[in-house]
């Protein structure tokens, strides 16, 4: 899938396209049914897809010393949105211009003219320019007048309320990862480089693939069953700890993943860890020969849970 830069004056080639319109952190039940929308209409006209996102997000722009918050990398977008049967993906890199933005100007001089959209679908809550100016009625009302065309999607419900990111950030916060998994409808991944870190995990056989969490959401601090998938597409099972590491000083913030039966050297290379299961929350204890025999019951409890699948 192509990745194009709303910066430039978008190819001739692309002009014409379907927009989906949004921020498509996470790409959950809602997001999927504005793209699924976009897609659609596209097809039926003979046109070409266009997933746009913002990147950075626009609460790290006005905010950037806010708790990292994100559910997806732009990669991991982009594979999302491919899969989802877009044709490209159009990046809105959110600065201080875009931010100045008025919500006429974005369709007119963005949309209209630099993009060239046909249509656009979004959420009928998507706001868009400076101080949240645009809404879809704006965008229908100024469009018209360009031949843009405009649709919204309404809200998606999954057990009688609404799928938002801000439901998946709170049910990963509370260690939920089957209600995260399916607003999602896929498990919620982090994907980091392997980094050299204390090698404490190697002294007591439960070697980890230590990854910095970056501006990734932290869900609850604890243990979790987890699947690895490695750069050659082998997925591994395991067991990880998120959080400080309480039992060792100093504290230190980590995603730790022990992979079950493998011992190849992942270092400096980019894996993704799949959050499948909370099993407990993070805890200190007394010695390491407890620590120990608590990390095998843990990884006894993951192994189940992930071969029952």
Known sequence: MIRLFARERINENWRGAIVALGNFDGFHLGHQAVVEQAVRWARSEGRLALVATFDPHPVSHFDPKAAPFRLTSLDQRQELFAAAGADGMLVFEFDDTLARTSAEDFVRELLIDR???AGVVTGEDFTFGRKRGG??????????????????????????????????REALKAGDCETATALLTRPFAIRGVVQHGDKVGRTINFPTANLAMGKYLRPAYGIYAVTGRLPDGRELLGAANVGIRPTFDPPKELLEPHFFDFSGNLYGQEIEVVFHHFLRPEAKFDSLDALVAQIARDCLEARRLLEGV
């Open 115 to 117: 993009i060239g959209a």
């Open 135 to 168: 809404n879809i009625e704006m965008l229908r009302t100024l469009g018209a007048a360009h031949g843009l065309a405009a649709r919204a999607v309404g809200p998606v419900l999954y057990d009688d309320r609404i799928v938002s990111s801000s439901r998946v």
